[in-house]
């Protein structure tokens, strides 16, 4: 009887405040990072072929979608969001490294890689845990694993978006 009300007083923590937040912040990175890629791409670059900016909104759009089933289910299908949340990382790591090709060739400006690789490490210890334990995000250390995760992630973001303006307004006073 203890072990179903540990379980459930877990699983209850992890519905009501951290798999929230956990979709809070990765809902704020995905969107601001997104809006700006969107801005810089269409603002500043007018050599970019119309094409390239539909394919990215099409990615956009695909994330948007997986991010809005994920702000559905959370409290309910707890397993359901960690899978969409990887395949939302690795959603993104594939549309940036889609990018690599076109950058070559001169489709496209610069190609924000930085975010692909950090999506994909984030992606892979999500995909390492899930394989030791499917269920692991249904405990109250798999739920504090995840919000830890989503936090450092956070904070990796905010400091490739500082060094990236920083790079720019580098080689724009040149």
């Not at 890629?37 to 990615?59: C, K, Q």
């Not at 309910?76 to 395949?87: A, Q, Y």
Request: aromatic share 12%; net charge negative; charged share 10%.
């Amino acid at each position: 009887m203890d072990m179903i009300n540990e379980g459930s007083l877990q699983l209850y923590v992890a519905n009501s405040w951290v798999l929230p937040l956990v979709f809070f912040i990765t809902l704020i990175r995905f969107s601001f990072g997104n809006i700006a890629h969107a801005f810089h791409l269409s603002g500043t670059h007018s050599r970019v072929s119309p094409l390239i900016i539909l394919y990215d909104l099409t990615f956009i759009i695909v994330e948007f979608l997986l991010l809005s089933i994920m702000g559905s289910i959370f409290h309910t299908k707890e397993i359901l969001f960690v899978t969409l949340l990887i395949i939302l990382f690795l959603t993104d790591a594939i549309w940036i490294g889609t990018m690599i090709p076109m950058a070559c060739v001169g489709w496209r400006p610069q190609v924000p890689y930085i975010w692909g690789v950090l999506n994909t490490c984030v992606a892979a210890i999500l995909l390492i845990i899930v394989a030791k334990d499917p269920n692991i995000f249904l405990t109250l250390f798999g739920s504090a694993t995840l919000l830890l995760l989503s936090l450092i992630a956070a904070a990796l973001d905010v400091i490739i978006v500082d060094h990236y303006h920083l790079l720019k307004s580098v080689n724009s006073s040149k």
